[in-house]
């Protein structure tokens, strides 16, 4: 039976620093991670959660205060980057603006002391993947932000790495431009076939391109999985709040049964159903969770679990969907997305200030959670 080897795993990593008070500061908690080769993997989270210290560790930028880091089945130490295979690309292109795209491309080459040969036939392959083909005389000034991106890209590709980091390289783009880049990147991964560990802090740009994503805060990862997973099945407040948009229901459970859990809702005066996560026990103070997407309005009195009367406090019209405010039971107020599936200016067709209706949330789209992980 063969060892599994991974393109990088992390072995309980523990990063600390020096604060300037004299004590230090804790940035990466007993971190561990197995990332796949060939994968597309993410590290989500806010501000100061540790992500991009736990990409310059793989990097060699920084090394562990303990654990390990090991690369394609090789423990790391204190190797620094040019020892280690892997490349970084950053949120600044770092582009050498006096050199051409050519020479900016095969700089890392040329250091190595590849053959001309070699080097001219990479530099035309990875400006071919990158889709800049005959611009390779170009000075970086006179290329767009998209482009300069796609050359940082080439430059850290030219020299074939095993995993390649990428720390936040699309946040200097407008929100058109980073959308189109976000489905390049993926393509382009999926083309050269590499490792790609990627840094941000945009919870849809780590949906769109990830295989799987680690959601991060204070130092922790607190969940890993598939886009799908992570949106569909979180495994606590925290990381369903930060991916997408929800509503939370602070509630009692009242009874377990296999995978369902009955919550009492204070705020409504009623149990609610819902799909049960974590460790939950009778009595635990949880939260009953759904997304905005997932609530049902109704004109017509509902039936069934989960249903109850509500009353319109805001409307607001986005193209693509109308988002609705209700309000319901004592003083709880919930957000719901419609999508806007027909095209009219008939003002019928669309929700009014005061208006009465009824929410109806599913049991199967209502995910209960501990109060804390």
């Given at each position: 039976m063969t060892e599994t080897i991974f393109a990088v795993e992390l072995m309980d990593v523990v990063k600390r620093f020096p604060s300037p008070e004299g004590g230090d500061v804790l940035a990466v908690d007993h971190v561990s991670l197995k990332i796949e080769p060939g994968e597309f993997f993410s590290l989500l989270g806010p501000s100061?959660?540790?992500?991009?210290?736990?990409?310059?560790?793989?990097?060699?930028?920084?090394?562990?205060?303990?654990?390990?880091?090991?690369?394609?089945?090789?423990?790391?130490?204190?190797?620094?980057?040019?020892?280690?295979?892997?490349?970084?690309?950053?949120?600044?292109?770092?582009?050498?603006?006096?050199?051409?795209?050519?020479?900016?491309?095969?700089?890392?080459?040329?250091?190595?002391?590849?053959p001309n040969e070699e080097i001219n036939y990479r530099v035309r392959e990875v400006l071919e993947m990158v889709k800049l083909a005959g611009l390779g005389a170009r000075k970086p000034r006179q290329l767009s932000g998209g482009q300069q991106q796609r050359v940082a890209?080439?430059?850290?590709?030219?020299?074939?790495?095993?995993?390649?980091?990428?720390?936040?390289?699309?946040?200097?783009?407008?929100?058109?431009?980073?959308?189109?880049?976000?489905?390049?990147?993926?393509?382009?991964?999926?083309?050269?076939?590499?490792?790609?560990?990627?840094?941000?802090?945009?919870?849809?740009?780590?949906?769109?391109?990830?295989?799987?994503?680690?959601?991060?805060?204070?130092?922790?990862?607190?969940?890993?999985?598939?886009?799908?997973?992570?949106?569909?099945?979180?495994?606590?407040?925290?990381?369903?709040?930060?991916?997408?948009?929800?509503?939370?229901?602070?509630?009692?459970?009242?009874?377990?049964?296999?995978?369902?859990?009955?919550?009492?809702?204070?705020?409504?005066?009623?149990?609610?159903?819902?799909?049960?996560?974590?460790?939950?026990?009778?009595?635990?103070?949880?939260?009953?969770?759904?997304?905005?997407?997932?609530?049902?309005?109704?004109?017509q009195s509902a039936l069934g679990a989960n249903a109850f009367p509500a009353r319109v406090e805001n409307i607001s019209y986005i193209g693509s969907n109308t988002q609705v405010f209700i309000q319901a039971g004592k003083r709880l107020s919930l957000r719901v997305w419609e999508q806007n599936k027909i095209s009219t200016l008939d003002p019928r067709a669309y929700y009014t200030r005061g208006q009465q209706l009824w929410a109806n949330l599913f049991p199967e789209n209502t995910l209960i959670l501990p109060e804390e992980l």
């Open positions: 100061g959660c540790g992500k991009t210290t736990s990409l310059r560790m793989i990097a060699g930028f920084e090394w562990p205060t303990q654990g390990e880091v090991a690369i394609m089945g090789k423990t790391m130490g204190k190797n620094p980057p040019y020892l280690r295979p892997v490349n970084t690309v950053f949120q600044s292109y770092a582009l050498f603006q006096h050199m051409t795209v050519a020479k900016n491309i095969a700089f890392g080459l040329e250091m190595d002391h590849f890209l080439a430059r850290a590709l030219i020299k074939r790495p095993a995993v390649l980091l990428l720390d936040e390289p699309l946040g200097a783009l407008d929100l058109k431009l980073r959308k189109e880049m976000q489905l390049e990147l993926k393509a382009l991964q999926e083309q050269v076939g590499i490792t790609f560990i990627y840094v941000t802090h945009d919870q849809e740009e780590a949906l769109t391109m990830s295989d799987r994503i680690a959601v991060m805060s204070k130092g922790h990862v607190l969940q890993v999985g598939t886009p799908v997973e992570i949106y569909e099945r979180p495994n606590c407040r925290f990381v369903a709040d930060f991916i997408g948009e929800t509503n939370f229901l602070s509630g009692e459970i009242k009874t377990l049964e296999n995978n369902r859990a009955s919550v009492y809702i204070p705020d409504l005066d009623m149990e609610l159903e819902g799909l049960a996560l974590g460790a939950l026990r009778v009595g635990q103070k949880c939260y009953a969770t759904i997304r905005p997407e997932k609530i049902r309005l109704s004109e």
